[in-house]
């Protein structure tokens, strides 16, 4: 990318990841002193690691941001200050989560979207068009505009969380949707927000070079939050910053988490289920028990762990160069967000309804992990 032949601008990036990666290190080597508050269980419904670890990961990628804020371009500089002040409610709740576990899952979903609502606030910027009929005569009312804003946001922050499953898995998606913003926005001539992407990318990396293949540390509530926000709402200020960037291209980047939301609502309701009770019918889950399990069970416990999460990576790699083909076409992104959400369905259905095509031993197996 013509982006990082400036040393300026390659930079924030660098210092992020390295930041990030040092203190990361460095929480691994501390955690007899902080275990008692910040290590995760390995029982429960979506624990997938066999030992207990850390879920502080959240805090070296606030670090990695801080580190590289002094050497971002001044413009973007002001972009990173704003984000970083409005990620507060959101990456707040979520830390507090992670060291007390007693954070009511409401009160997190009013942070994560307050944390929206005071990007807007401290911004201006708000969605102002979505490139459908009467949706965006109502986006002209700025509270409107904002509300819309802040329950994208939210959604997205949340679709993070629910992908935070596997050792890599969330880090490496975010990563790749950081890199296609920041190439759709160097494209449109917003180099500032190029900026901004690439160094919140650099941060993430440099947490994931620990959580992936190792899983030494994870994410946690703080850290979904954090990246699921500072996602977002670069795809906010792309669409509203380069009028020759459609709508549909964050929303096509973003798709697979957003999905996942979807799905996971349409799901627990259709089982009579609240939407934030947690189960084992996501697709990485069902990717795990059905098709790393089966294929590769050698890899033992942690190896299938990381090996699923790098399964799942292709998703938002096709969703990026969708969106980094078509980002001025409404179109051709309407396209590709149905036709991911199309093979979305057909992968999801196939591995619930054991259609593969394979063995028998294959669906007896499949249905032997579902009561497992």
């Known amino acids: 990318m013509a982006l990082l032949s400036n040393l300026q601008n390659a930079s924030p990036l660098l210092l992020a990841a390295s930041v990030s990666l040092l203190s990361a290190w460095l929480m691994l080597l501390t955690q007899r002193w902080h275990g008692h508050l910040s290590l995760d269980s390995h029982e429960g419904v979506q624990k997938f690691h066999t030992q207990a670890t850390p879920r502080i990961g959240g805090l070296p990628v606030l670090i990695g941001l801080l580190a590289a804020w002094p050497l971002m ?21 979520g830390f507090v989560e992670d060291l007390t576990k007693k954070v009511s899952i409401h009160i997190r979903l009013l942070c994560t979207t307050g944390s929206g609502t005071l990007a807007c606030v401290l911004t201006g910027y708000s969605v102002q068009h979505s ?43 975010v990563v790749i949707m950081l890199a296609g913003l920041a190439w759709i926005a160097q494209s449109a001539g917003d180099s500032d927000l190029a900026v901004l992407a690439l160094a919140t990318a650099g941060a993430v990396f440099g947490f994931a070079l620990i959580n992936w293949p190792w899983g030494k540390i994870f994410l946690g509530d703080g850290g979904a939050y954090l990246c699921g926000f500072a996602t977002a709402w670069i795809g906010v200020l792309l669409i509203e910053r380069n ?23 349409l799901r627990r309701r259709h089982r009579k289920r609240h939407p934030g009770h947690p189960d084992r019918l996501h697709l990485h889950s069902l990717i795990h028990r059905r098709v790393s399990s089966f294929w590769l069970p050698a890899l033992g416990p942690l190896g299938l762990n990381s090996i699923t999460g790098a399964l799942m990576w292709p998703i938002s790699l096709i969703c990026c160069a969708w969106a980094v083909a078509f980002a001025g076409s409404t179109p051709m992104l309407i396209v590709g967000v149905a036709g991911i959400a199309a093979l979305y369905t057909l992968i999801y259905c196939r591995l619930v309804q054991f259609k593969w095509g394979i063995k028998r031993r294959t669906r007896e197996l499949a249905a032997q992990s579902v009561g497992s």
């Open 73 to 93: 371009p001044q413009k973007a500089q002001e972009l990173m200050t704003y984000l970083l002040l409005a990620a507060i409610p959101a990456f707040g709740s």
């Open 131 to 173: 490139g459908v009929w009467g949706l965006d005569w109502l986006l002209g009312f700025g509270v409107i505009s904002v509300i819309f804003t802040a329950l994208a946001i939210g959604t997205m922050v949340n679709g993070i969380n629910m992908i935070d499953g596997f050792n890599g898995l969330s880090a490496g998606s």
């Open 243 to 265: 009028a020759s960037v459609s709508t549909w291209a964050p929303l096509m980047v973003c798709a697979y988490p957003l999905l996942e939301v979807f799905f996971s609502i």
